[in-house]
C-alpha cells in the first residue's frame, strides 16, 4: 500500500502559476506510475497528466498540454505538478494517484488539494 499526500493548492490569478506536490510514503516512488488528476464542481474526475515510473516519460490531457509539466524528485518521493498560464477552467480539486506499472488502472489516492483560479 501506498499513501498519497497532495499539497501546495491555492487561489491564483488567471495566468499565473501554481506547484503542486504529491508525497508518497509506504512505497518506492520510483516503482509507479504516477499520475494527475481534477475534478471541477459538478464535473467527473478527469485526467490531467502522468509519467511513466520507466523512463520517467510523462504524457497530458489536451487541455493542459503546454501549460502544465509534471516532474519528480526520487530522493524527496515526491512528484509536482508545475501550472503556468492558468485559466478559470482549470478551477478544480486536484489529486495525485498511483500504480504499479503491471496495474490496468490507478489505485492509489490522495485526498487532493483545491485549485482556485480567479477571473
Known amino acids: 500500500q501506498v499513501q498519497l499526500v497532495e499539497s501546495g493548492g491555492g487561489l491564483v490569478q488567471a495566468g499565473g502559476s501554481l506547484r503542486l506536490s504529491c508525497a508518497a510514503s509506504g512505497g518506492t516512488f520510483s516503482g509507479y506510475d504516477m499520475g494527475w488528476f481534477r475534478q471541477a464542481p459538478g464535473k467527473e474526475r478527469e485526467f490531467v497528466g502522468g509519467?511513466?515510473?520507466?523512463?520517467?516519460?510523462?504524457w497530458y490531457a489536451d487541455s493542459v498540454k503546454g501549460r502544465f509539466t509534471i516532474s519528480g524528485d526520487n530522493a524527496k518521493n515526491t512528484m509536482y505538478l508545475q501550472m503556468n498560464s492558468l485559466k478559470r477552467e482549470d478551477t478544480a480539486v486536484y489529486y495525485c494517484a498511483a500504480k504499479l506499472p503491471s496495474a490496468v488502472g490507478y489505485d492509489y489516492w490522495g485526498q487532493g488539494t483545491q485549485v482556485t483560479v480567479s477571473s
Open positions: 509519467v511513466y515510473s520507466s523512463g520517467g516519460t510523462t
